[in-house]
């Protein structure tokens, strides 16, 4: 099983700052199969990224995603209001899939 | 509208049995991968259990093996999960989700979870 460690766990910053947040696997992820979810409090988890950089239907340009093999980065350029949440990433290249612990990205 | 409705949570004891459905609505059903994933209140994701379109495919993690098993009628466009031999880590918010697969086997293409239904809730306790 490939265990996904996000970091940090909390990331404090303000409206217009850029964020920066971390997945690392414990073994490489096949053909980039990793995706980015953003949770608020009380919804469903929403896709943002899947394909490691490629972004889905709806998710705003501000959002954009790097890496390959072991280190994945989900970066959001200008943070808006509607950003704060916690965001989890998850690898699809092997069974089972799994997710990241999650990082929350806090005002 | 692209919906899916989960239902059939409830309070059970230990060692009994629920069954999760989960509603779809607005899209071609029977062409999409399926997922149910869960989370405990507070607590991060974990994937549960996935299906193939058609149904012939399926997936667990380790910890459900054998005591879940995932389902689909595409004929009546819903998603099930039976949940056996339940336990207390078994308590969770469940969600359904589903997932567009394209290209054929061995060679295919993932394009993540887009759809969620808002959770039923399962609570294992005595």
């Known amino acids: 099983e490939i265990v996904l460690t996000q970091s940090p766990g909390t990331l404090s910053l303000s409206p217009g700052e850029r964020a920066t947040l971390s997945c690392r696997a414990s073994q490489s992820v096949s053909n980039r199969h990793l995706a980015w979810y953003q949770q608020k409090s009380g919804q469903s988890p929403r896709l943002l990224i899947y394909g490691a950089s490629t972004r889905a239907t709806g998710t705003p340009v501000r959002f954009s995603g790097s890496g390959s093999e072991t280190d994945f980065t989900l970066t959001i350029s200008r943070l808006e209001p509607e950003d704060f949440a916690v965001y989890y990433c998850?690898?699809?290249?092997?069974?089972?899939?799994?997710f990241g612990q999650g990082t929350k990205v806090e005002f | 509208e692209v919906q899916l409705v989960e239902s059939g949570g409830g309070l059970v004891q230990p060692g009994e049995s629920l069954r999760l459905s989960c509603a779809a609505s607005?899209?071609?059903?029977?062409?999409?991968?399926m997922h149910w994933v869960r989370q405990v209140p507070g607590k991060g994701l974990v994937w549960v259990s996935r299906i193939d379109s058609g149904g012939s495919s399926t997936a667990y993690v380790d910890s459900v093996k054998g005591r879940f098993t995932i389902s689909r009628d595409n004929a009546k466009n819903t998603l099930f999960l039976q949940m056996n031999s339940l336990r207390a880590e078994d308590t969770a918010v469940y969600y359904c989700?589903?997932?567009?697969?394209?290209?054929?086997?061995?060679?295919?293409?993932?394009?993540?979870?887009?759809?969620w239904g808002q959770g039923t809730t399962v609570t294992v306790s005595s």
């Open positions: 607005g899209f071609a059903f029977s062409s999409y991968w």
């Open positions: 989700a589903r997932e567009w697969v394209g290209g054929t086997y061995p060679q295919l293409y993932y394009y993540g979870m887009d759809v």
């Open positions: 998850q690898q699809y290249g092997s069974s089972p899939r799994t």
